[in-house]
């Protein structure tokens, strides 16, 4: 049988989520495919649909798993939170057909970056936020991502490690919201390169504070230069929030009304 199971969780403690050599080295994957070897009674190697980055978080992160073990969806989702540390969740437990991947059947992802902007530095949410004491223009970084819409070369906005075989792209939607203090950047695409909405946000970020020009956006991107597109920012107020497939699997969705810090 095939399994997918959509997790929450805080990466602040994790090193990312992908599997690492190490004894010192903990992430997300590491303790759900313990927790889910534990219930299955056999060895299991799950499958997500996006690799988070050290300090980055999910509301809903999607993997896929083989199995003979039967289970039912319940015991799935309670039998895993109760083998998993607090800060990851199993939230829903479902039976896929073989056709299923959790990455490539995957037709979209979407990311919410959140920044706290005001003068003083955040002490709860320290490391669930990134803080931008800078006053930020949201409507100056709105106009500005719209260049990045569509598909295109992102090189520009992606790390220079990244082993991407194309640094190309589709991204479907950009959109910039304030809420009080509260600034939010919702990106939605295809897929992402590595640290690609971490350089967008950092980009959008010095534009929105005046330190660049709107139009520096779309030079960072048609120049396909790293080098060129500033800072990289902060994987704490990274968010993996919706993975988006057709709708004959009958995944569960976060919805918008799901989302943290989202504006109303």
């Not at 194309?166 to 009080?180: A, F, K, L, Q, T």
Request: glycine letters at 6%; aromatic letters at 10%.
């Amino acid at each position: 049988m095939r399994i997918a199971l959509g997790i929450e969780y805080d990466g602040s403690a994790y090193n990312g989520w992908q599997l690492q050599d190490g004894d010192n080295v903990t992430t997300v994957q590491a303790c759900v495919e313990q927790a889910v070897t534990t219930v299955a009674n056999h060895p299991v190697r799950v499958i997500c649909a996006g690799r988070t980055d050290t300090g980055v978080h999910a509301l809903s992160q999607v993997v896929h798993f083989e199995t003979e073990s039967e289970r039912s969806q319940r015991s799935w989702v309670f039998g895993c939170n109760a083998n998993l540390p607090k800060n990851i969740v199993v939230t829903w437990a479902r039976m896929v057909s073989e056709d299923f991947h959790a990455r490539f059947s995957a037709k979209s992802r979407r990311y919410l970056y959140v920044i706290l902007n005001r003068p003083v530095r955040p002490t709860f949410l320290a490391k669930r936020v990134t803080w931008e004491y800078r006053p930020l223009d949201e409507q100056r970084m709105a106009d500005a991502a719209q260049a990045l819409v569509g598909e295109h070369d992102f090189n520009a906005y992606r790390a220079t490690a990244c082993q991407a075989k194309s640094p190309v792209r589709h991204v479907y939607s950009i959109e910039v919201r304030r809420n009080g203090e509260w600034v939010t950047i919702e990106i939605r695409a295809n897929a992402f390169l590595h640290h690609m909405v971490r350089n967008i946000a950092g980009v959008l970020m010095t534009i929105g504070a005046g330190e660049q020009a709107v139009a520096w956006a779309e030079q960072v991107l048609q120049s396909r230069d790293r080098s060129l597109g500033g800072v990289t920012s902060p994987p704490c107020g990274l968010y993996l929030v919706d993975v988006e497939y057709d709708d004959s699997y009958g995944l569960p969705r976060v919805s918008d009304e799901q989302l943290l810090w989202k504006p109303v």
